[in-house]
């Protein structure tokens, strides 16, 4: 593994700038390679284990690369397994962040189903936090944001600079359609979550996530009937 040296956060968004610029048009595989280059064992994936591609891109450009699932406590059965699954057979490192508080710990702390009552608060504790600790080792992150998820992701840079955490951030398929990402599923054998053959375009917590409905948009199975769309560790 390549050992490389901590930046300052002004090197940081300079680089960040700079590759957003240059890999505009660059294949997802050369961006996350870019990446893995530049930032070595400071790089890391983000997965929420709807898929494992980028998981798989970012293997391919740095073997046995650490890969970060955030397990909020309610997760879907087949998710866990998708993030076992994946440890299992892919040539990646899975790191599992959890929460300060148990699901049991916040009922009795804030009263049950937080996630119906205030669920900004519910993922700022069970997401955003753990996420910004889990992050703190690193100097990049890798999402599998794309920009025709949703008009909140429309403006996703392939590489841009994470101010709230002071990172940067690397989105190597926010130009790829469903069908590009389908077409790498297929190609590559990639695992995917089982919920996305059961009617889930989008899998989250399973108490803010539903099945889409014919035409609505990847992500309106999230928080659906609410004015939220993003957790906040993308806001
Ligand atoms: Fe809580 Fe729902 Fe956010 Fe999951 S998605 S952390 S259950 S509010």
Redesign the pocket.
């Known amino acids: 593994m390549t050992t490389v040296r901590e930046r300052t956060g002004d090197e940081l968004k300079s680089l960040a700038e700079q590759a957003g610029r240059d890999l505009e048009d660059a294949p997802a595989l050369e961006i996350v390679r870019w990446a893995a280059d530049t930032f070595g064992d400071r790089f890391c994936v983000t997965s929420s284990m709807e898929d494992a591609v980028v998981a798989h891109l970012a293997s391919r450009a740095r073997p046995g690369v650490d890969v970060v699932f955030l397990d ?3 997760h879907f059965p087949e998710t866990i397994g998708t993030r076992d699954a994946v440890a299992a057979v892919m040539d990646v490192n899975v790191i599992t962040l959890m ?1 300060r508080l148990t699901v049991a710990e916040q009922d009795a702390e804030f009263g049950p189903r ?2 119906d009552r ?10 955003v936090e753990p996420l910004r600790e889990g992050l703190a080792g690193y100097d990049a992150w890798a999402t599998g944001l794309r920009r025709d998820e949703s008009a909140t992701r429309a403006g996703t840079p392939v590489v841009g600079w994470d101010a709230r955490r002071g990172k940067v951030k690397v989105s190597p398929i926010a130009r790829w359609t469903q069908a590009d990402v389908d077409a790498y599923v297929a190609e590559h054998g990639v695992l995917t979550n089982p919920l996305l053959t059961d009617g889930y375009a989008s899998v ?6 539903r099945r889409v409905l014919a035409g609505e948009d990847a992500r309106a199975g ?2 659906a009937g609410r004015a ?1 769309t993003e ?2 560790l993308h806001g």
Do not use: E, S
């Open positions: 909020t406590g309610y929460p937080l996630h205030d669920p900004d608060r519910c993922c700022a504790m069970r997401k989250g917590c399973a108490p803010c996530t999230r928080w939220k957790c906040g």
